[in-house]
């Protein structure tokens, strides 16, 4: 073989071996890296405003968030709340989805106390025959819904008294119209009543913006602040009843939610304290 075709056949067999490493590295590089599914679950759960908890075959917890720790769905590797299991368990058998509403009682923050949770929970199989459990606290929703319905109740009752009064101060004042001390006591009379009346209007407009919109755009609010404002707007109806307003506990505490709906909701708590008192 002379010299140049042993050269020109050294330089095919180099271009073809570079060529395949080329592709050999590009190939890789387009292969897509493994996904670890235990991370994937849980970025999935992590992005849902609800509980959410995926159980394997044995009833083991493969992934869940936070907020389904806080519900009480899970505790460690485990389902918590036993009548959860028995629909995990029966949805992994039909294959069917569930949901169903679940009623628990839990003790409070630092085992303080005891309150009414009622979770709406949905359940179904995945195509890789896992379970997801999907969970709200409906509890507080309710509880706003029973206050509301207890408020408008009260409120229609609390409507007529001012309506009443200034109908009777009124014809008063119209008798006494040669009497300008009367009409001047009379008027005065009417002016306090309108007030009142005109409060409870208010509070049952802010009541139905309450109900109906989402609470969106949440905002840090001072709680002393919804506290005072609360017992000012309170102050007359206390003193009509000779009720005494006092305030206490810790102060500079902050809560989230829309300022104007927290003052409406304590005030209307400190209302049916003043007038269901004594």
């Known amino acids: 073989m002379s010299p140049a075709l042993a050269a020109l056949i050294g330089l095919v067999a180099g271009v073809f071996a570079g060529y395949l ?4 590295v590009l190939s890789r590089r387009a ?4 996904v670890d599914p235990h991370l994937e679950r849980r970025r999935i759960l992590d992005a849902l405003r609800s509980g959410g908890a995926v159980i394997g075959d044995v009833d083991d917890i493969l992934a869940s968030n936070e907020l389904a720790t806080e519900l009480g769905l899970v505790r460690g590797n485990r389902v918590a709340i036993p009548a959860l299991l028995d629909l995990v368990r029966e949805v992994r058998r039909t294959g069917e989805s569930a949901s169903v509403n679940l009623d ?4 409070g923050r630092g085992g303080v106390g005891r309150s009414q949770q009622r979770l709406a929970v949905r359940v179904l199989r995945l195509d890789d025959g896992n379970i997801l459990v999907v969970a709200d606290d409906r509890g507080a929703a309710l ?3 029973a206050s509301a319905r207890d408020f408008m109740a009260n409120a229609t009752h609390e409507l007529k008294t ?5 109908t009777l101060l009124a014809e008063a004042a119209e008798q ?16 306090a009543e309108s007030s009142r009346l005109s409060q409870l209007v208010t509070q049952i407009v802010q009541l139905s913006r309450l109900q109906g919109e989402p609470v969106s755009n949440a905002e840090e609010v001072s709680v002393d602040e919804v506290v005072g ?3 000012d707007r309170s102050r007359q109806l206390a003193e009509q009843r000779q009720v005494s307003l006092t305030r206490g506990g810790e102060e500079g505490l902050v809560v989230r939610g829309k300022h104007e ?3 409406t909701a304590v005030v209307n708590l400190v209302h049916n304290a003043i007038t269901y008192s004594g």
Do not use: C, N, T, Y
């Open 229 to 231: 404002l609360a017992l």
């Open 104 to 107: 628990q009682v839990r003790a």
């Open 31 to 34: 292969e897509p890296e493994p």
């Open 261 to 263: 709906q927290l003052v």
């Open 176 to 191: 006494a119209a040669d009497d300008p001390e009367a009409v001047a006591r009379f008027s005065h009379k009417i002016q």
């Open 162 to 166: 001012p309506v009443g009064a200034i």
């Open 21 to 24: 490493v080329a592709w050999f």
């Open 143 to 145: 509880r706003v819904q």
